[in-house]
């Protein structure tokens, strides 16, 4: 894919306007704000407290220990996918056939790993949004004319055909759908690079964040769109160093010896915000909430 038709992908996929369920969730950040957690508890402090602090170190622990979890995932399906597209032999069926059965080892590999009921509730119903997205906004319309014809014509079918049957799998209950495996999927489908792929699943968890923040009078619109341009990128800069070469080891585990797979484990995904994850966890219990999760 050329640098421009991928600036342009990041542009559709960057709209706050698509229909990815997104506002329905808060990562946790109702229940850490409930749990009064942007209150100054020091009793000596004689100065109001700065929501904006508050919310920049929330978005720093959150998107940490996310990128440490669910990066790994979207690596690894982004690759696998790109893989089956790429294959043009006659073989071409039989390598989505293997790309379809590792999305669902790693859909069921993230089901296990993510502990907290509620992140696992939003997660399949953002993920199973972006496959919905996929098939009725971004796959190529029945037109005969207006369209250019492409060499990748074939790529393009073989990939609506492959997201046609991993939805109707989520929908059967053969699989989860999980949120970072649908945006692997979605990512490689449309042709992105796996490393923008990583970025604007960051970023789009950043503005997340910060939407949530505002809905729930935090923070105002101005002020998280002052975090979105000054904190958010150095944090999302930060994180992708951190967690872009990360990833789930389930290729490897059978090819590596003891010491080698003791590596592997140190490399692979990981949660790395405890309180955050209680927190969390805690959504439901709220005696009033504005998000589903």
């Known amino acids: 894919m050329d640098s421009d038709h991928e600036a342009y992908i990041l542009l559709l996929l960057s709209d706050s306007n698509l229909p990815t369920g997104s506002f329905v969730a808060s990562a946790g950040l109702e229940s850490y704000v409930t749990h009064g957690f942007f209150s100054n508890l020091s009793s000596s402090s004689t100065t109001s407290p700065d929501k904006m602090d508050y919310t920049v170190n929330f978005l720093r622990d959150s998107l940490s220990t996310y990128g440490h979890s669910a990066l790994p995932f979207v690596l690894d399906t982004h690759r696998a996918i790109e893989g089956a597209l790429q294959d043009t032999n006659a073989s071409a069926d ?34 199973v949004a972006l496959l919905t997205l996929f098939s009725r906004g971004f796959a190529k319309p029945r037109l005969s004319q207006h369209l250019e014809t492409s060499v990748d014509s074939g790529a393009d079918g073989r990939a609506a055909s492959f997201v046609d049957r991993l939805k109707l799998l989520v929908r059967r209950e053969g699989t989860h759908g999980h949120l970072p495996i649908c945006w692997g999927v979605l990512t490689a489908a449309l042709g992105l690079s796996v490393e923008r792929s990583q970025y604007l699943h960051l970023f789009l968890q950043a503005r997340s964040l910060l939407s949530s923040s505002v809905r729930l009078n935090t923070i105002g619109p101005y002020a998280a769109q002052q975090l979105l341009l000054h904190a958010v990128r150095p944090l999302v800069d930060a994180e992708m160093s951190r967690s872009k070469h990360l990833d789930t080891g389930l290729s490897k585990s059978s090819e590596v010896g003891k010491e080698d797979a003791d590596e592997e484990v140190i ?22 909430r504005i998000f589903n999760s």
Do not use: F
Not at 98 to 122: G, K, S
Not at 267 to 288: C, F, K, N, V, Y
């Open 267 to 288: 490399r692979g995904p990981a949660m790395t915000w405890p309180l955050g994850e209680i927190l969390a966890a805690r959504h439901d219990l709220q005696h009033s």
């Open 94 to 127: 039989d390598a989505m056939d293997c790309a379809m059965a590792r999305v669902q080892e790693l859909d069921e590999l993230y089901e296990t790993m993510t502990l907290n009921h509620i992140a696992r509730r939003a997660s399949k119903t953002q993920g």
